[in-house]
């Protein structure tokens, strides 16, 4: 968790005691331009000697300013100033001052918007994952430990602290997702999510493998039945006096994924200690929300699995029972997503909530389409519009993608009600597990669907490298922010 301190000041960023004034720089069509200071205008010429265009994610330095101990900083904006370019420039010249004590940063940005923006990417670039360095912790800068944000906005503390919540769960997450999958195991995230929600207004639920087995999740159980540390439910219910809305949140939470059998190749497997970073981002999303004292009642279910191979895994053909009683061939074990996500969607609809909302590294396909840094969001329309939109107000992309109906004879099975996926075709592969999930959506008594929205974070939820705006490599968080905008939005 970042240990960061951000204050605001309007004094004038020369009088600062800090390491070093970060001012921003435009990329304009003849160059670059300052960002007002016009005291620092007579820099441009030597700024732009050293290399200085303003594009966004640039860092230029010069040694010393002025009638201060502080060195200067200049980080580019691009050409376009939104929320979102605060934001980054914020973040990347946080990022890139790790090993500096106290920053300034004055990016001449005074509405509020931008400096709130300002705050949250300074506070998300704060962060670095040092957990298993034993003799290289040394080759880790630290992150910056205090941003003065220079502004003549007034930021009230609530609101200061309100950034601090949300971008500590989006460390939490981070944090999850980024551990050893020797670590990490269904019985030790279930410990994690339980010591995470202490203090918090939950209630946490771990279900063991019997219970699960009791319960007829034969999708988590038939995943986990491969794997000595055996599969795990974490259920963590928020419900607040006040809230008039209920939204079940159901995440994919396997801890490390080979393929099962039908093993991964060896190339492949790399960074499957990540796969269960969907249940980490509601783990996070919940505990935001209650910490926020959202007034909206939410219900996730984490779905936790290894999908390892032995004696005991499934097999391809196997004929697995969900929660619910539909009956899936598996075809392929590496698709193993969708199948503890099918126990996860039914239990949530049981409750009969205003609207279901998944997460799930679920398919390479969501990387094949969209790259790594755009989320797939499929199901209902409004409600993945709704998204989508709330994406571009947090900086994170997130894109609707349809649910074709000829795709779902893809699932079409012999003898069981409905495959995993069919073998050999890959058309469409986001989407059909997509549509796959939709199976496990409840119908209401008047016989409409529950509005439900699937976030594929597949390529999103870890940054490959290199580091840009405020993120690092490794874990995002992505989609926390997200969901928490489209929650404040919709549901309260
Ligand atoms: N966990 C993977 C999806 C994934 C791939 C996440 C790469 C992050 C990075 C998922 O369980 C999987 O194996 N999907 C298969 C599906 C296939 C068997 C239909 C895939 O994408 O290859
Ligand atoms: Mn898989
Ligand atoms: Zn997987």
């Given at each position: 968790?970042?240990?960061?301190?951000v204050?605001t000041?309007?004094a004038?960023?020369?009088?600062?005691d800090?390491?070093?004034?970060?001012?921003a720089a435009?990329?304009?069509?003849?160059g670059?331009?300052l960002?007002t200071h016009?005291?620092?205008?007579?820099?441009?010429?030597?700024?732009t000697a050293?290399g200085?265009?303003?594009?966004?994610d640039e860092?230029?330095?010069?040694p010393?300013?002025?009638g201060?101990r502080a060195?200067l900083a200049?980080?580019?904006?691009g050409?376009?100033?939104?929320?979102?370019?605060?934001?980054r420039?914020a973040?990347?010249a946080?990022?890139?001052?790790?090993?500096?004590?106290?920053?300034a940063?004055?990016?001449?940005?005074d509405?509020?918007?931008?400096?709130?923006a300002?705050?949250?990417?300074?506070m998300l670039a704060?962060?670095?994952?040092?957990d298993?360095?034993?003799?290289t912790a040394?080759k880790v800068?630290?992150p910056?430990?205090?941003v003065?944000?220079?502004?003549?906005a007034s930021?009230?503390?609530?609101?200061?602290e309100?950034?601090?919540?949300i971008?500590?769960?989006?460390?939490?997450v981070r944090?999850?997702?980024?551990?050893?999958g020797?670590?990490?195991y269904p019985?030790?995230?279930?410990?994690?999510?339980?010591?995470a929600?202490?203090?918090?207004?939950v209630t946490?639920?771990v279900?063991?493998?019997k219970k699960?087995?009791?319960e007829?999740c034969?999708?988590?159980?038939g995943?986990?039945q491969?794997?000595?540390r055996?599969?795990?439910?974490v259920?963590?219910s928020?419900a607040p006096a006040g809230?008039?809305?209920?939204v079940?949140?159901?995440?994919?939470?396997?801890?490390?994924?080979t393929?099962?059998?039908s093993v991964?190749?060896?190339d492949a497997?790399?960074?499957?200690?990540?796969d269960m970073g969907?249940?980490?981002?509601l783990?996070?999303?919940?505990?935001?929300?209650?910490?926020l004292?959202?007034p909206v009642?939410l219900?996730a279910?984490?779905?936790?699995?290894?999908?390892l191979?032995?004696?005991t895994a499934?097999?391809v053909?196997?004929i697995l029972?969900?929660?619910g009683?539909?009956?899936v061939e598996v075809m392929?074990t590496?698709a193993e997503?969708?199948l503890v996500?099918?126990?996860?969607?039914?239990?949530?609809?049981?409750?009969?909530?205003?609207a279901?909302?998944d997460?799930?590294?679920l398919?390479g396909?969501a990387i094949?389409?969209l790259?790594?840094r755009?989320?797939g969001v499929?199901?209902?329309d409004?409600?993945?519009?709704?998204?989508?939109?709330?994406?571009?107000?947090?900086g994170e992309?997130?894109?609707?993608?349809?649910?074709?109906e000829?795709?779902?004879s893809?699932?079409?099975?012999?003898?069981a009600d409905?495959?995993?996926?069919k073998p050999?075709?890959r058309?469409g592969?986001m989407?059909?597990a997509?549509?796959?999930?939709?199976?496990?959506?409840?119908t209401?008594a008047?016989g409409?669907?529950?509005?439900?929205?699937?976030?594929?974070?597949?390529?999103?939820?870890v940054?490959e490298?290199?580091?840009y705006?405020?993120l690092?490599?490794?874990a995002?968080?992505?989609?926390?922010?997200?969901?928490?905008?489209?929650?404040e939005k919709?549901?309260v």
């Amino acid at each position: 968790m970042s240990s960061l301190t951000v204050t605001t000041s309007a004094a004038a960023p020369a009088s600062l005691d800090v390491d070093v004034v970060v001012i921003a720089a435009r990329a304009g069509k003849d160059g670059p331009e300052l960002v007002t200071h016009p005291d620092l205008a007579g820099l441009l010429p030597a700024l732009t000697a050293v290399g200085l265009t303003g594009k966004a994610d640039e860092l230029v330095r010069l040694p010393s300013i002025e009638g201060s101990r502080a060195s200067l900083a200049v980080v580019g904006l691009g050409a376009e100033l939104t929320a979102d370019t605060a934001r980054r420039a914020a973040g990347a010249a946080v990022r890139q001052l790790a090993g500096t004590g106290s920053v300034a940063l004055a990016l001449g940005l005074d509405d509020e918007s931008h400096v709130h923006a300002m705050v949250e990417g300074a506070m998300l670039a704060a962060y670095s994952f040092t957990d298993y360095r034993a003799k290289t912790a040394s080759k880790v800068k630290a992150p910056v430990a205090a941003v003065t944000v220079c502004t003549q906005a007034s930021v009230p503390d609530a609101a200061l602290e309100r950034i601090r919540v949300i971008t500590d769960h989006v460390a939490l997450v981070r944090d999850l997702t980024n551990r050893s999958g020797g670590d990490l195991y269904p019985q030790s995230f279930a410990d994690a999510a339980t010591e995470a929600a202490k203090g918090a207004p939950v209630t946490v639920e771990v279900w063991d493998e019997k219970k699960l087995a009791a319960e007829g999740c034969g999708g988590i159980i038939g995943i986990g039945q491969g794997s000595s540390r055996p599969p795990r439910l974490v259920k963590v219910s928020y419900a607040p006096a006040g809230a008039t809305k209920h939204v079940g949140l159901v995440g994919k939470g396997i801890t490390y994924d080979t393929g099962g059998i039908s093993v991964k190749p060896a190339d492949a497997m790399n960074g499957m200690q990540n796969d269960m970073g969907g249940a980490a981002v509601l783990l996070g999303l919940i505990l935001t929300a209650a910490r926020l004292g959202l007034p909206v009642r939410l219900t996730a279910y984490l779905c936790m699995a290894e999908n390892l191979i032995s004696s005991t895994a499934i097999r391809v053909n196997d004929i697995l029972t969900m929660r619910g009683g539909t009956t899936v061939e598996v075809m392929n074990t590496d698709a193993e997503g969708r199948l503890v996500m099918a126990d996860g969607m039914v239990l949530a609809s049981e409750e009969n909530p205003d609207a279901i909302i998944d997460v799930a590294t679920l398919t390479g396909a969501a990387i094949v389409s969209l790259g790594r840094r755009t989320v797939g969001v499929m199901g209902d329309d409004e409600l993945a519009g709704a998204v989508v939109a709330a994406g571009r107000e947090t900086g994170e992309p997130h894109w609707h993608m349809p649910l074709p109906e000829e795709l779902r004879s893809q699932l079409d099975s012999r003898f069981a009600d409905m495959t995993n996926l069919k073998p050999g075709n890959r058309d469409g592969g986001m989407l059909v597990a997509g549509i796959f999930l939709r199976e496990f959506v409840g119908t209401r008594a008047d016989g409409s669907t529950i509005p439900w929205a699937h976030l594929d974070i597949a390529g999103a939820a870890v940054n490959e490298g290199p580091a840009y705006g405020y993120l690092d490599a490794g874990a995002t968080g992505v989609s926390v922010r997200t969901l928490l905008t489209v929650l404040e939005k919709h549901f309260v």
